[in-house]
């Protein structure tokens, strides 16, 4: 029987061991398909899959002297075998065996990624909801600008990780192409029904056109998704770094009992798991970058891919997935601190009310260049004093006075005025 490595956690996924059961797999298949079209004895396949089985030890040991993984990995598994054997990889090139396994690879990769995504849409939109009505400033160039909620703040994250759920779950479709066409693709000795049928048995579709190798611009397009989905993680992380930041203190990671921020400061607590994220999603980009340069391969094939996607498809799955991990429980424990957004919001008298004073000034008659440069002298006043205050400067100025009433002056500075539309963001989002 063969032995089964069941490893559903995303690190075993690209273990040697997982990697040659996705060989054997293929190999499995396309002798079931032959037996199929009677290109080979029934017999046999029933003999092979009965005994076939490998050693990843015994595999390197035999690539130590060939230097060839596939030989290797073949004349381990004929040790199994015996005689049936002659029948594996009958009519094949390596590269059937090596770019079919490894889009199966890649699918159960990228299934769990989805997994973790979709953990990761229910927890912002969890927080979207509790949110809904907590207000804060909204920030233009890191300046303060007009009211939001931190509720619609999420609902902005929520969007884009949906925008990645589709984008992955296209890729994936994309992906998922075997190719069983031999040297050079030309299915001179393997016919395309043998393609058809084993890639079926495997979850897969056939390439439409393949070279000796299936085209990189497919794992091209791969890793780029998945560095767009950590590049999403990143904005999330970096936002939270700034909102923690002590004179803004708006949002705070959880910091555990007994969790220290500092080995010198011991009052440090500092957004370490949102900084992680930010170096993560770094090492991911970074990897798009290689994906597209293996897309230029020699003719119909060269190997220059095969080192680069070694290091490159491990890496980019397995931090992609840690880090859809980390944001997750980061947004579900995130602390929120509606009090110090209502303080930051009103910080030098309510300045960012100031466009809503300047169009009741013009709604009230005039020009919107002597309505701006009123609102903008009373504002720079607040803004250049410790202690500013906006509101009152407005109050007190005669020119406003002689249009605005203490009731129309006060409506002003009212923050639901900036929230009156935001429920149709969320019932475009299902919250």
């Known amino acids: 029987m063969i032995e089964r490595y069941t490893l559903p956690e995303m690190g075993n996924l690209w273990t040697d061991a997982y990697k040659f059961q996705t060989w054997l797999q293929v190999e499995i298949a396309v002798c079931e398909a032959q037996a199929a079209l009677g290109y080979i004895p029934h017999e046999a396949v029933a003999e092979i899959k009965a005994k076939a089985n490998f050693d990843p030890k015994r595999i390197l040991e035999i690539e130590a002297e060939v230097r060839h993984d596939v030989i290797a990995f073949l004349t381990n598994v004929n040790e199994y075998v015996g005689d049936a054997g002659r029948y594996i990889h009958l009519g094949l090139t390596s590269s059937d065996v090596l770019d079919t396994a490894l889009a199966l690879q890649m699918v159960a990769s990228l299934d769990l990624i989805l997994r973790r995504l979709e953990d990761l849409i229910v927890a912002i939109r969890q927080r979207a909801s509790e949110h809904r009505y907590t207000v804060m400033i909204g920030r233009s160039h890191g300046i303060h600008a007009e009211p939001i909620t931190f509720g619609f703040k999420l609902a902005g994250w929520l969007a884009e990780v949906l925008r990645n759920q589709e984008r992955l779950q296209n890729v994936r479709k994309n992906i998922a192409v075997g190719k069983i066409s031999g040297a050079v693709g030309t299915y001179a000795n393997i016919e395309p029904r043998v393609e058809a049928l ?147 919001m009103n910080c030098y008298g309510g300045v960012v009310f100031s466009q809503r004073v300047m169009l009741t000034l013009v709604e009230k008659g005039v020009k919107r260049e002597e309505a701006y440069k009123i609102v903008q002298e009373n504002a720079h006043t607040a803004w250049n004093k410790l202690d500013g205050n906006f509101r009152d400067l407005i109050s007190k100025d005669a020119r406003v006075k002689e249009k605005l009433s203490p009731q129309e002056i006060e409506a002003c500075f009212n923050p639901q005025h900036h929230l009156q539309h935001l429920d149709e963001v969320y019932q475009r989002l299902g919250i």
């Open 198 to 344: 084993a890639c079926e048995k495997l979850g897969l579709k056939p390439d439409t056109a393949s070279t000796q190798v299936v085209s990189r611009d497919v794992h091209a397009e791969y890793v780029q998704q998945l560095a767009l989905l950590a590049a999403s993680i990143e904005r999330f992380a970096v936002e939270i770094r700034n909102l923690q930041k002590t004179d803004v203190l708006e949002v705070e990671e959880y910091f555990s009992k007994g969790q220290k921020g500092s080995s010198a400061m011991p009052h440090k607590r500092n957004p370490i798991r949102s900084e992680r994220l930010t170096g993560m999603a770094r090492m991911v980009r970074s990897y798009a970058v290689a994906a597209v340069e293996n897309v230029a391969l020699w003719h119909e094939r060269d190997i220059s891919h095969s080192s680069v996607e070694r290091v490159m498809l491990p890496d980019a799955c397995i931090l992609t997935h840690f880090m859809l991990t980390e944001i997750t429980d980061l947004v579900k424990n995130l602390l929120v601190y509606p009090d110090n957004m209502a303080r930051n």
